[in-house]
C-alpha cells in the first residue's frame, strides 16, 4: 500500500469518528442545555433555595457564562428574601473569597445586609480578618443613612477602606453636591484626593467639571483644587488647560505646568496637537 493510499484511508477514517461523534456530542449539549434551562425554572426565587444556587455556581466554575449570568440573576432575587441573620449564616458557609463567583457573591450579601443592620455587617467582616467589602457596606450604608456613615467614616478615617470614602462621597454627591464638597473639607488632606474623586465620579462632561471647579474655587481650598484639576487633567486635558487659561486665582494658574506634564504623558500624540494649535493661536493673534 503507497503512503498516499495510507494518508487517505487514515483521512477518511477519521472524518468518519467525526461524523459519528458530532451527533452525539450534539445531543450531549442540547441535553446539558435543557436540563440546566429546567433548573433554572424549578429553582425558587425565594430564600430556601439559595444554597443551592450556590453549590451549582461552584459546579459550573464559570464554564457555561449564560447559566451563569442566570444563575447570578436568580441568586439576587433570593438574597432578597434573606433577613440579617440569613445573610451571616450563609456568609459562614462561603470560604474566604478567593474565586470570582464568592467575591461577588460576598459583595451581594454584605450590601444586602448593610441596608439594614450595617454595624453588624461591618463586625462580621472584621471577625474575618478582612475589609475587602467594607466599601459596598459603606455603598449601601450611605444611601440610607448617609450622616451616620459619614460619622463612622469620620471616627474610622485612619484605617478606612478607599473604596469607602470613595462611594460615600459619590453617592452624596448625586443628591447634594454642596454638602458634598462641604464634607471634603472635613477628612485630612491624605484622604481628600479619594474624597474628590468620589465627587467628580458625578462629572460627565467639561460642563460639569466647570459647574464643579467654580464651587471648588470658592472654598479657596488649596488642597481642593489641586486634586480637582489633577484628577480632571486626566480625563479631559483640553478643557482643564482652558479653564486654567482664563481663571485669575493664582492656585488655578499654579496648575498650569502639571497639567501639561499629566497630558503629555497620558496622550502624547493628542498634547502634541493641541501645542501645535496653541502656538497657531499665539503667531495669529501676535500678527
Known amino acids: 500500500m503507497s503512503v498516499t493510499q495510507v494518508i487517505t484511508d487514515n483521512s477518511k477514517m477519521e472524518q468518519d469518528s467525526i461524523k459519528k461523534n458530532v451527533p452525539t456530542n450534539i445531543r450531549n449539549i442540547k441535553d446539558e442545555f435543557e436540563q440546566r434551562r429546567i433548573f433554572i425554572r424549578n429553582i425558587n426565587s425565594d430564600k430556601k433555595d439559595v444554597l443551592t444556587t450556590l453549590t451549582k ?3 459550573i466554575n464559570g464554564e457555561d457564562p ?8 436568580k441568586l439576587s432575587e433570593q438574597i432578597d428574601h434573606l433577613n440579617s441573620e440569613e445573610i451571616q449564616f450563609i456568609l459562614k458557609q462561603i470560604p474566604q473569597a478567593k474565586e470570582e463567583y464568592s467575591y461577588r457573591v460576598m459583595e451581594t450579601l454584605y450590601s444586602k445586609w448593610a441596608e439594614t443592620h450595617p454595624l453588624d455587617a461591618l463586625d462580621f467582616m472584621d471577625s474575618k480578618n478582612t475589609n475587602q467589602f467594607e466599601g459596598c457596606i459603606i455603598d449601601s450604608w450611605s444611601k440610607s443613612e448617609p450622616d451616620i456613615a459619614f460619622n463612622w467614616i469620620k471616627e474610622n478615617i485612619a484605617k478606612a477602606h478607599d473604596s469607602s470614602i470613595y462611594f460615600f462621597y459619590k453617592n452624596l454627591a448625586s443628591t447634594d453636591l454642596d454638602e458634598a464638597l462641604e464634607k471634603v473639607s ?9 474624597a474628590l474623586q468620589g465627587v467628580i465620579s458625578n462629572t460627565k462632561n467639561a460642563s460639569d467639571f466647570e459647574n464643579l471647579a467654580e464651587m471648588v474655587e470658592k472654598s479657596k481650598k488649596d488642597n481642593q483644587i489641586f486634586y480637582l484639576y489633577f484628577h480632571w487633567s486626566e480625563i479631559d486635558p483640553v478643557s482643564t488647560l482652558t479653564r486654567i487659561k482664563q481663571s485669575e486665582i493664582k492656585q488655578v494658574k499654579d ?33
Open 57 to 59: 455556581l461552584v459546579e
Open 66 to 73: 449564560y447559566f451563569e449570568l442566570k444563575l447570578y440573576d
Open 186 to 194: 472635613e477628612v485630612p488632606n491624605s484622604r481628600t484626593y479619594t
Open 255 to 287: 496648575m498650569k505646568d502639571q497639567v501639561e506634564i499629566n497630558f503629555a504623558q497620558s496622550f502624547p500624540l493628542s498634547y502634541l496637537e493641541w501645542q501645535n494649535k496653541e502656538r497657531a493661536k499665539g503667531k495669529n493673534e501676535n500678527e
